[in-house]
């Protein structure tokens, strides 16, 4: 699915403004209207969105992708010791 949101937290690591998804400014209502609004309107950019955020998520954010980070980590740590 395309997300709308801010670009609050880890947002922006896992939603890139016009390839997935939308970010705006907190407090944009007018925004806000607009990008639903967008996407409400347009169902090939919903699909291509949602696509691309499916490909985001399997490239990045897979349980094997987060253990072998963690695990990473977990070397940096015991090396800087």
Do not use: C, H, W
């Not at 944009?28 to 955020?53: A, F, H, P, W």
Request: aromatic share 8%.
């Amino acid at each position: 699915m395309p997300v709308v949101s801010t670009s609050v937290g880890s947002v922006d690591e896992m939603v890139f403004n016009e390839i997935n998804g939308f970010l705006l400014q907190i407090g944009d209502k007018i925004g806000l209207i607009e990008k639903l609004n967008v996407l409400v309107k347009d169902s090939n950019l919903r699909k291509s969105m949602g696509k691309k955020s499916r490909e985001i998520f399997i490239e990045k954010f897979t349980e094997d992708i987060f253990i072998n980070n963690l695990i990473k980590v977990f070397y940096k740590i015991i090396a800087d010791k």
